[in-house]
């Protein structure tokens, strides 16, 4: 088991609770974190991009001159592509870009980077982040966790409504459901922020 320095929302310490080892304690898997975050942005990507080529463009059918005795090239279409008003050769279609990350390899990337920002003191643990539903009690509990000018990623209970909407307006500050989270917006900050109850999810979830 891995201990840790908790914190209530005023900033204070407030004793010392213990992370499973398996979860916040390993070595971590750098590749691993890099495959699942790519794959995770690769299907982000909407992939409607799209061309028209010359069977698809307006015009043509015509053959422009004759075949043989102009001194030019033979062509059958003005519509292909060396034309002005031609289609696009070799252009953009809609496909999906995605990437496929087995279960086993999401879960080690998520307990790589819990257990890396544990090392590198990026992780604060609370004893309780229930909060009213104000934009003021939020600015405070960022204030006194001295965390201002940083780029934060809160982890809040899925059926914590109020705290969700206390924290929704603040700057550089990134809310994520427990249910939700995942490798990206885990590792995209410079401070992770969660509850020990949300960390003993993880513990149950990722073990």
């Known amino acids: ?45 909407q992939g409607t991009h799209s061309t028209k080529n010359r069977h698809e463009v307006s015009g043509g059918g015509k053959k422009p001159f004759r075949q043989k005795g102009t001194g030019r090239a033979r062509q059958g279409s003005d519509r292909a592509g060396q034309f002005r008003h031609g289609g696009i050769i070799f252009g953009p279609t809609p496909h999906s870009h995605a990437l ?66 206390a924290f929704r307006n603040i700057p550089n500050v990134i809310l994520v459901a427990e249910s939700e989270a995942n490798t990206r917006n885990l590792i995209d900050n410079k401070a992770l922020v969660m509850s020990r109850e949300v960390a003993k999810y993880f513990e149950e979830v990722l073990a």
């Open 1 to 45: 088991m891995s201990k840790i320095q908790m914190k209530n929302v005023e900033g204070k310490q407030a004793g010392e609770t213990e992370l499973s080892s398996e979860v916040f304690g390993i070595e971590p898997n750098i590749p691993v974190v890099h495959q699942v975050v790519v794959a995770y942005e690769a299907s982000m990507r």
């Open 100 to 165: 496929r990350s087995n279960s086993k390899e999401v879960k080690l990337a998520m307990r790589s980077v819990l257990s890396g920002k544990l090392a590198d003191e990026e992780l604060i643990v609370l004893d309780s982040l229930a909060l009213e539903p104000k934009t003021k009690a939020a600015a405070a509990v960022v204030k006194a966790l001295e965390l201002t000018d940083k780029r934060v990623t809160v982890v809040v209970a899925d059926d914590d409504v109020e705290t969700y909407l």
